[in-house]
């Protein structure tokens, strides 16, 4: 193929991404309002657009938009006893979702030989970066 039917997306280092999912994983379980939540995870989705993902993009879109949905319209006008059984698993599931944003675009757009790469340059030991490769 002579590269005209390739498309141009961005592209992170490994180490990048992984930083960035620690970045999610610190946003995602402090307390901040539900407002740097939404922007936080708008961004992520922004983000794995540009590399490429949309179809990804679109169905996490749509799950922490039903999440958001769920929360705060349907369990506060709903049974009592229907929020107070999935309150707790929904807000979880929503926090979780910049975690799973980033992971959905480690796995997606990141080879396992260019993570194990990255992972070597930090020095990281080997014993270590076996594990994490193959999860």
Same mark, same amino acid.
């Given at each position: 193929?002579?590269?005209?039917?390739?498309?141009?997306?961005?592209?992170?280092?490994?180490?990048?991404?992984?930083?960035?999912?620690?970045?999610?994983?610190?946003?995602?379980?402090?307390?901040?309002?539900?407002?740097?939540?939404?922007?936080?995870?708008?961004?992520?989705?922004?983000?794995?657009?540009?590399?490429?993902?949309?179809?990804?993009?679109?169905?996490?879109?749509?799950?922490?938009?039903?999440?958001? #949905? +769920?929360?705060?319209?349907?369990? @506060?006008? /709903?049974?009592? %006893?229907?929020? =107070?059984?999935?309150?707790?698993?929904?807000?979880?599931?929503?926090?979780?979702?910049?975690?799973?944003?980033?992971?959905?675009?480690?796995?997606?757009?990141?080879?396992?030989?260019?993570?194990?790469? #990255? +992972?070597?340059?930090?020095?990281? @030991?080997? /014993?270590?970066? %076996?594990?994490? =490769?193959?999860?």
């Amino acid at each position: 193929m002579n590269g005209e039917g390739k498309k141009h997306t961005l592209r992170f280092d490994p180490r990048t991404e992984l930083l960035l999912l620690v970045l999610a994983n610190i946003v995602a379980f402090t307390q901040h309002s539900v407002w740097v939540e939404i922007s936080w995870v708008v961004f992520l989705l922004l983000l794995i657009v540009a590399c490429g993902c949309q179809k990804s993009a679109g169905k996490l879109a749509i799950a922490f938009g039903i999440c958001l #949905a +769920l929360q705060y319209y349907v369990f @506060p006008n /709903g049974p009592k %006893i229907l929020a =107070s059984s999935f309150t707790i698993i929904v807000s979880y599931a929503r926090k979780i979702f910049p975690c799973l944003i980033v992971g959905t675009m480690v796995l997606q757009k990141t080879p396992v030989r260019e993570l194990m790469v #990255a +992972l070597r340059k930090w020095h990281i @030991p080997q /014993g270590l970066i %076996i594990p994490l =490769s193959v999860t």
